[in-house]
């Protein structure tokens, strides 16, 4: 106990030691208690980098549907899609699927 008085005492007689502490404990403050502190502003900006990437996901998605869309304004191609994704038929039609076994079975 004595010698934490006399630290202090000692730490009390340096010049500066005061502007020191109180540089030491704003750093500590900023660096991790504050709303904006550097643990927060990481977190941000990972966010940010999955929101970049999902969004180039998904304008490319957008690209790839205008294609589609832009096929399907002529009826045959529209024909084709029907058949092939939502096996629709014709009157009087009847239709066969084929289902191949995978090669690795």
């Not at 999955?50 to 549907?65: F, H, P, S, T, V």
């Amino acid at each position: 106990m004595k010698l934490l008085k006399k630290l202090i005492d000692y730490l009390k007689n340096i010049p500066g030691i005061s502007y020191i502490f109180i540089i030491i404990v704003f750093i500590i403050w900023m660096m991790f208690l504050d709303t904006h502190s550097l643990i927060i502003h990481n977190e941000l900006s990972n966010e940010i980098n999955q929101l970049k990437a999902q969004k180039k996901e998904l304008e490319k998605n957008i690209k790839g549907d205008k294609k589609i869309l832009e096929s399907l304004k002529n009826p045959d191609s529209l024909e084709v899609f029907g058949r092939t994704n939502y096996n629709l038929k014709k009157e009087n039609e009847t239709i066969y699927l084929i289902e191949y076994k995978d090669s690795l079975d």
